[in-house]
């Protein structure tokens, strides 16, 4: 017989713990929501607002940097004082901020309250992935992440489905001032919840007696934010001025202000004071492999819709809801790999990562030679729904799991941090993906004469090109994937 006493008790997560779960990833999908629902609300935007297709563009890529730019401070202020009320408090702006959306009378004021809605995204999404870490034990730490993943892809894939409703059922002078009102109900029940089911104390304050620790890195978050801005303000704005030279010296300052960040994170280490970003989570190979690939991975995944949205309305003249539509066969993709993906990380290890860029490369280069090679008159949501289909099973098998394999490298002490790096990263390469994207769809769009005919025929040489900038890093992103190791310890596992 086996004596009672051997057997060490099997870890328990209460009931509270998967009910916070729920309110944590209630918040994390209305961040990644308002990712991609704004997508099918651009050219209403543009004809009620008059708006520019620069504005287009920072609509976007000014949230996604926006909250960046938030991650990694909220990160490590959620690691010293505890990530309750840092991911409440960044809740509660985010749903100010969605009201002053809907409320934009012209185009500066809502890119200013995209910008604020963004950097409060980014002040509570680091505590989801933090909380998550710290809550669950590693039985069944796997299983939260799988949750969480399906939540990632589902909300960023659903985003021009709900925004094509709420735009068809309103039109198109409210329709898209509603579709940033949703996050209100939303919102506030989830700050109610989060107020009485969130865990206190969940911060790591080891080094709270050290006056020098507890710093907030300023001068670091001032290189990193000057030096991420000064990359995006040539991309969105360069095609719309004709890429004076100011734009070629803005780009080389914001590399060398990276470059400045990077030197003086490495100072402020050595001086045994807390770094924004710790240089010694970049000691291992496969943080440093996982963010970069990131960084690629969401400029391919994220400026698929914008392109897709903006030939489908402007270019062909669907409706909002039918350019939703098309995004679809993505979300049940995403729904049913995402689903799987921790047992299948279990099993496969690095091989499910690379299956899902491979996945997702398919898929794009499809659309890519779909879009070169049919005449845009036949061009439907049918015909996308393969590519589609694939790219979103793709995308549900590799983003759960690189979560994974990133954040289970570092201690989880700096769990708040490594999801701040690796968040930024998912970030800056949605709005530089974005960014370039767009600048490549409105640098090349030529309308030869009057007529529906005409503009489809210019839209779609157009985006052809876009999808085939998404395309090629989509490429480059399965290369990298190859610099993560073939197993770690992943979260569930056994």
């Not at 328990?12 to 009910?19: E, F, G, Y």
């Not at 979300?331 to 496969?348: D, E, F, H, K, V």
């Amino acid at each position: 017989m086996t004596d009672p006493r051997s057997a060490a008790p099997a870890p328990v997560v209460s009931r509270r713990a998967w009910q916070a779960l729920v309110v944590l990833l209630a918040g994390m999908f209305m961040a990644l929501l308002d990712t991609t629902i704004v997508n099918v609300a651009l050219p209403s935007i543009q004809t009620s607002l008059s708006a520019s297709e620069a504005t287009l563009s920072w609509i976007i890529s000014g949230y996604a940097l926006a909250f960046g730019l938030a991650l990694i401070p909220a990160g490590r202020i959620g690691d010293r004082i505890g990530h309750k009320w840092v991911f409440f408090t960044g809740l509660a702006l985010f749903t100010v901020a969605s009201l002053a959306c809907g409320l934009a009378q012209n185009e500066l004021q809502l890119i200013v309250a995209r910008v604020l809605q963004g950097l409060a995204g980014g002040i509570f999404v680091p505590a989801v992935t933090a909380v998550i870490q710290l809550m669950f034990p590693p039985r069944f730490r796997g299983k939260a992440f799988a949750i969480m993943g399906s939540v990632i892809g589902v909300s960023t894939a659903l985003g021009p489905i709900v925004g094509g409703l709420i735009i068809e059922a309103f039109g198109v002078e409210n329709g898209w001032r509603l579709v940033f009102w949703v996050n209100l109900p939303i919102g506030a029940a989830a700050l109610i919840a989060a107020a009485i089911l969130l865990p206190s104390g969940t911060g790591t304050k080891a080094d709270a007696g050290s006056p020098a620790a507890s710093r907030i890195d300023w001068v670091g978050l001032l290189l990193v934010s000057a030096g991420l801005v000064a990359l995006l303000v040539p991309l969105i704005e360069g095609q719309d001025q004709g890429w004076p030279l100011w734009t070629y010296l803005v780009l080389a300052a914001g590399a060398l202000l990276i470059v400045a960040f990077g030197a003086w994170e490495i100072r402020v280490s050595k001086r045994g004071e807390s770094p924004l970003v710790p240089p010694h989570l970049f000691s291992h190979p496969a943080f440093t492999g996982g963010v970069i690939l990131a960084l690629v991975y969401f400029a391919a995944f994220t400026s698929i819709f914008f392109t897709i949205s903006i030939l489908w309305q402007a270019g062909l003249g669907h409706t909002a809801l039918e350019s939703g539509l098309v995004s679809i066969p993505f979300a049940i993709g995403s729904i049913i790999a995402s689903s799987q993906s921790n047992r299948l990380t279990n099993r496969l290890g690095r091989t499910v990562l690379v299956a899902g860029v491979a996945l997702v490369t398919l898929g794009l280069v499809w659309i890519w030679l779909v879009l070169l090679l049919t005449a845009p008159a036949d061009l439907t949501n049918w015909i996308l729904l393969p590519p589609l289909f694939i790219a979103g099973l793709g995308s549900g098998c590799f983003i759960a799991p690189n979560v994974a394999f990133i954040v289970a490298t570092v201690d989880r002490s700096e769990a708040g941090a490594a999801s701040g790096v690796v968040g930024v990263m998912q970030r800056v390469g949605s709005a530089a993906g974005i960014a370039v994207v767009g600048s490549v769809f409105f640098g090349t769009l030529v309308v030869a004469g009057p007529g529906p005919e005409a503009v489809a025929t210019g839209f779609t040489d157009s985006a052809t090109l876009a999808m085939a900038v998404s395309a090629a890093l989509s490429v480059v992103a399965l290369l990298l994937v190859f610099l993560l190791p073939k197993r770690v310890e992943v979260p569930g596992g056994h």
